[in-house]
């Protein structure tokens, strides 16, 4: 069964504070992994995508990583701001499955002054 | 653009009531999609459009739950009769999904219908 696991559910930093989300998964075979930022009230949006040959990609101050031989992923938030309190989202789509994405249960950031 | 737009943003119905939720996709995109999102997790696929056809209905409830998309465009998203435990947001997203460009098949998503059941 394809899954994806995100951790922590939950995390509490200072604003200026760097941090990091971790993401597991099970999808196969894989094809891209995206991650998502879903700020209270609306819904998700794309941070970034990665195939299989990219081990790192940045938007901004997040960078997101990814071990396809392990099925490992994280996003770092860098110099983190208040703006970043939101939920992040990791989904993975197999390759040969039409459309079908599989999404994790996102981790809930919450950045304090 | 637009985006993808929902309504209602929310609603508030009794148990056994129907509800119906509208999304108009982002022009151009072959590909819509209804989630249902509860508190703390990630969004649950109830059903996924490809053009007019649903491909991939195997989540949604079919005893209560119903949808349809006009002409390949606008989608209803209908619970009759709802239930204390459909209390979610109901996500609506788009996408143009083309094979072997995964860039261009990346989800945009509406802001989201939040219904609460009493």
């Keep these: 069964k394809n899954q994806v696991e995100q951790s922590p559910q939950s995390l509490i930093i200072l604003e200026g504070k760097n941090c990091t989300l971790q993401c597991n998964y099970t999808v196969s075979p894989f094809s891209n992994l ?8 609306r819904g998700p949006v794309s941070l970034t995508i990665m195939t299989f040959s990219e081990n ?3 938007n901004g101050r997040y ?5 396809a031989d392990t099925k490992q992923s994280s996003l770092h938030i860098t110099a983190s701001q208040l703006s970043d309190s939101a939920s992040y ?4 789509s197999a390759v040969n499955a039409g459309n079908m994405l599989t999404f994790g249960g996102g981790t809930r950031l919450m950045v304090k002054p | 653009e637009a985006g993808v737009v929902q309504s209602p943003r929310y609603k508030i119905i009794e148990k056994k009531q129907p509800v119906a939720f509208w999304c108009n996709p982002i022009s151009g995109h072959n590909t819509l999609y209804w989630y249902r999102q509860n508190l ?8 996924r459009y490809e053009n007019e056809e649903a491909v991939d209905d195997s989540q949604l409830p079919k005893d209560r739950f119903s949808a349809e998309r006009l002409k390949g465009v606008d989608s209803t998203l209908k619970i009759q009769p709802a239930e204390l435990g459909d209390s979610a947001v109901y996500l609506c997203a788009s996408s143009f999904f083309g094979v072997g460009s995964p860039g261009a098949n990346v989800l945009t998503f509406g802001a989201g219908s939040r219904l609460t059941v009493l």
Excluded: N
Excluded at chain 1, 89 to 92: H, K, R, T
Excluded at chain 2, 40 to 47: F, M, S, Y
């Design chain 1, 89 to 92: 989202i990791c989904v993975v």
């Design chain 1, 63 to 67: 960078t997101a990583t990814l071990d």
């Design chain 1, 34 to 41: 995206r991650w998502y930022k879903q700020d209270t009230g």
């Design chain 1, 56 to 58: 790192t990609k940045s």
């Design chain 2, 40 to 47: 703390g997790q990630g969004p649950e696929l109830l059903i």
